[in-house]
């Protein structure tokens, strides 16, 4: 149930990452991935740096559209995307 939880929130939180970002997502396996490691990079961030922890379906989708914001952010730093 947990695994299937983290796979819908990583694939709104991906989803939204990406239209907030660049106007456009990766497609549906590309969101959910990019949600999940958002998830975990969100965890950490929210965690390690804010000192704030909690659990429940809206603060885990904050936290993983945060760090999926952050992630895609670096990815287009990175490679930008060509027109």
Same mark, same amino acid.
């Given at each position: ?8 929130? !990583?694939?709104?939180?991906? /989803? =939204?990452? @990406?239209?907030?970002? $660049? +106007?456009?997502?990766?497609? *549906? ?13 969100? !965890?950490?961030?929210?965690? /390690? =740096?804010? @000192?704030?922890?909690? $659990? +429940?379906?809206?603060?885990? *989708? ?22």
């Amino acid at each position: 149930m947990h695994f299937l939880m983290f796979i819908v929130i !990583g694939l709104i939180a991906g /989803a =939204l990452a @990406g239209r907030v970002v $660049s +106007g456009h997502g990766y497609g *549906l396996l590309g969101d959910i991935i990019l949600g999940g490691v958002g998830a975990l990079l969100g !965890g950490w961030m929210f965690a /390690a =740096l804010l @000192g704030v922890g909690g $659990s +429940g379906f809206v603060v885990s *989708l904050i936290m993983a559209f945060v760090g999926a914001t952050v992630l895609l952010w670096l990815i287009r730093l990175i490679a930008p995307l060509r027109a």
